[in-house]
């Protein structure tokens, strides 16, 4: 194996949060920053002819090519796990910018809450009322602790919305129930669709408190503090798998980049697949990774930074064998635990009225946190917590968009009347979405799949995952507000779709997979501190939806960005000034 | 390497002027129709040998029929999109995950088989029967309901759609018939002055394909790899 001359910081991942690493430390130390991207190298001028539905929505042309690598499902840890073999629910990005480029970039932050879910549901509920086996913990660090972040995060991508509590004062217009800002949004909300506005009305009738959904795709032109300027959305609706044609859309290709590019201690290194952390007494040496050519090379390191998408880091930590794998049926080790995905449901309805679906951005519409967490509390129901609900205008192609019809409408799927009934009701539907905090639990998690492998021969990542009867109340109750919503704004009700039975790969959820190498306060309970470095590993720290403990209700994207920046004034200003001493 | 085999079609039951030959290269209809004899278009086929092609072409009219609600997958050119897609990588899997062992499972673990789109329908169009494309109508309907489960019918059925409404660079939606027939104005750069106009109210506009709007040729997924 060829071996690199020694860097200070090596990368495995060319996504939002690997490359906002590089950026960070590159632009406020000398030191020297290798970025490992297995994809291909991307830039946002890529975009400018990619309007092609069939490409890039339907065959995916920007996600993982799963014929190189996948993972595999089962139900629980009695069943064997069969590959993943085509795309369903959901999908990782790959090449430069990772899943960031291809988002529909809706930018939530967590309710406080979520960052102390363990606490604050025992205390609420007590241990005798919880879910079997629910195994929610804290983050070690609150929202007040990470408020900074979420606003660095903001101003970076240039997030719309508008502000539903500054520092403790309700505003009329924005979210009631989100945490306490420091600052309004950086950029107004965008323009409302005929759909997105009759939502926004119907939830007033009703009593609820919609607010504009938070984007990073920019309303007008902004220049963030970094001095990258981007413009504002022209809503073409070639956006949610997607790169954006003009760079409103906040990508790392058009807002890290830019900063990156002309760095001289900086280097990104693409069709570079990482295999393994090479390490020894405790300390991480290198990592090593088959090139675009087959060969493999080693680059040592100071610092060892994991910055994959969330199954790929705690399967590079299992194949490294970095840490105890957990076992789910002792409850003992921590590496593999705290597997949540993100509880979906969505309520189909029809109007009489065109709505030119094809217009929108991947975040333009509107939202309701009166069925989120606490509020969506139901005993009777056995309902814990809820979810966000929301109607957006993402901006639907015709491949998407025609063949949906009312119920009842047409008994066929295919032919003459059912073509009449396809046309008439061609892009006169909508729906609204639901999207819950999935609980981890204890039978939920990850490890290595002991039968199929990569095209390198490495073994795949298992996922041991099914819903509980939990998720199911979470679906029911968003079903039966989603639909009073849905006929409150006129519609007629269709196909409305919970978790059901059993969890399914065959349909797209969201690509909101998180945890394995969680955070946490103490290493019996968590693989990284609350600085994102790891217990046992003190030069080795990871960023990314593997960290999250749970998943909270809302797109994760915007926490993964903040933990970043925390992880990096960490790194930065603390770590370096003793390195190898754990924070 | 196989013969070489051609669909002929009647040039007055393809929609619109423009028309992308497999090779993917766009054709004037009159111009080429000088070459053929009695206004017939030969199209050469990169998958489908000629009967598959017919036979495929009449369950795909029997799908998107032609009728008083407007043009169909014929006219479409629907036929040349699927030829050009299994003929392409996807055609083969190149983007799915075919390593063993090979195991049947839940529903919730979708398409588990080993056979990819291209060994799907080359089993799959003999089970219509030798005679579909000349079968009457209703019989076509009947045979196809008999194998509207199968996944060779639920590929078919969703290749069509994808035939009519994707963009005429992958061969199909000629002449943009299948979005004149739904409305749609095709990839246009910008709704920004339009999108809080509209409510209500459909935005209609003459369609243009990717290549129009940018001005640039551009070579869909299925030629590249």
């Known amino acids: ?583 | 390497m196989k013969r070489r085999e051609f669909l002929t079609v009647p040039v007055k039951s393809l929609g619109g002027l423009l028309l992308y030959t497999i090779a993917g290269e766009p054709v004037r209809l009159p111009a080429q129709v000088k070459d053929q004899e009695n206004g017939k278009v030969k199209i050469p086929l990169l998958f489908f040998t000629e009967a598959e092609a017919r036979a495929v072409q009449a369950a795909c009219a029997r799908i998107v029929p032609s009728d008083a609600s407007g043009p169909g997958a014929t006219e479409a050119n629907v036929i040349v999109y699927i030829d050009r897609q299994l003929a392409g990588p996807w055609g083969r899997d190149k983007y799915r995950y075919t390593k063993g062992p090979w195991v049947e499972s839940v529903a919730e673990h979708g398409y588990q088989g080993k056979e990819n789109p291209q060994q799907i329908y080359r089993a799959g169009i003999p089970k219509l029967g030798e005679d579909f494309g000349t079968a009457p109508a209703a019989e076509q309907d009947k045979r196809l309901r008999a194998v509207e489960k199968t996944t060779f019918f639920r590929l078919l059925r969703t290749h069509t759609l994808e035939g009519m409404f994707s963009d005429p660079l992958h061969g199909g939606n000629a002449g943009l018939i299948g979005w004149q027939l739904i409305g749609y104005p095709g990839p246009l750069m910008s709704y920004r002055d339009e999108i809080d106009k509209y409510h209500g109210m459909p935005f209609t506009a003459k369609p243009k394909s990717l290549e129009q709007v940018t001005g640039r040729r551009i070579k869909g997924w299925e030629e590249q790899s």
């Open chain 1, 1 to 583: 194996m060829k071996s690199l001359k020694p860097v200070d910081v090596v990368i495995a991942g060319g996504g939002w949060t690997g490359l906002l690493m590089a950026k960070e430390i590159t632009s406020r130390t000398s030191l020297s920053v290798v970025v490992l991207e297995r994809g291909p190298a991307r830039k946002s001028s890529d975009y400018s002819t990619g309007m092609d539905e069939l490409d890039y929505a339907v065959r995916l042309r920007m996600m993982q090519n799963l014929s190189e690598e996948t993972l595999t499902h089962r139900h629980n840890g009695r069943a064997s796990a069969v590959p993943v073999r085509q795309y369903g629910s959901f999908q990782p990005g790959t090449g430069t910018g990772g899943a960031g480029e291809h988002w529909g970039a809706l930018s939530f932050r967590f309710g406080p809450d979520v960052f102390q879910l363990g606490s604050h549901i025992r205390e609420k509920h007590g241990e005798a009322k919880l879910p079997p086996n629910v195994a929610a913990q804290d983050w070690g660090l609150t929202y007040d602790d990470l408020e900074p972040d979420y606003w660095r995060a903001e101003q970076m991508m240039g997030v719309c919305g508008k502000a539903g509590n500054l520092k403790g004062v309700k505003i009329e217009g924005g979210n009631p129930f989100e945490g306490p800002r420091s600052h309004e949004y950086p950029l107004p909300p965008h323009k409302t669709t005929y759909v997105t506005s009759l939502f926004r009305k119907a939830c007033v009738d009703l009593g609820h408190h919609p607010y504009p959904a938070p984007t990073a795709t920019a309303s007008q032109t902004y220049r963030n503090p970094d001095g990258v300027t981007r413009s504002g959305c022209l809503y073409c609706g070639y956006c949610t798998r997607f790169g954006c044609m003009i760079g409103a859309k906040s990508q790392p290709t058009n807002t890290l980049m830019p900063l990156l590019v002309n760095k001289k201690n900086f280097t990104l290194r693409n069709g570079c697949q990482v295999r393994r952390v090479i390490h020894r007494d405790g300390r991480a040496e290198a990592l090593t990774y088959m090139d675009a050519s087959g060969e493999e090379i080693e680059q040592p390191a100071r610092i060892v930074i994991l910055g994959s998408w969330t199954l790929n880091n705690t399967r590079l930590l299992l194949m490294s064998k970095i840490g105890e794998p957990y076992d789910p049926s002792t409850g003992k080790g921590t590496l593999g635990r705290n597997l949540t995905h993100q509880v979906s449901a969505n309520v189909r309805f029809f109007l009489d009225k065109p709505l030119n679906n094809f217009m929108g951005s991947g975040g333009l519409g509107f939202g309701i946190d009166d069925f989120d967490g606490d509020n969506a509390f139901d005993p009777a129901a056995g309902l814990l917590r809820g979810g966000t609900m929301r109607v957006t205008s993402t901006g639907e192609g015709p491949l998407a968009g025609f063949g949906r019809t009312p119920p009842g409408e047409t008994e066929s799927e295919w032919g003459a009347e059912w073509k009449k009934a396809a046309l008439k009701w061609y892009d006169k539907s909508s729906s609204v979405a639901f999207e819950g905090g999935h609980f981890p639990y204890r039978q939920n998690c990850l490890d290595l799949d002991p039968t199929y492998t990569d095209k390198f021969g490495d073994p795949l990542i298992r996922l041991t995952l099914d819903w509980t009867d939990h998720e199911r109340a979470q679906t029911d109750m968003a079903i039966k507000a989603g639909s009073a919503i849905a006929r409150a704004m006129g519609g007629k009700v269709g196909e409305t779709r919970g978790v059901g039975a059993r969890y399914s790969v065959t349909y797209y959820q969201s690509t909101h997979v998180q945890g394995g190498t969680i955070v946490g306060a103490s290493p019996e309970r968590s693989v990284l501190n609350p600085w994102l470095q790891h217990w046992e590993m003190p030069n080795l720290w990871m960023t990314g939806g593997s960290t999250f403990p749970q998943s909270g209700s809302g797109n994760p994207t915007l926490t993964i960005i903040a933990m970043t920046y925390r992880a990096a004034d960490a790194l930065i200003d603390r770590y370096m000034k003793h390195p190898d001493k754990l924070l």
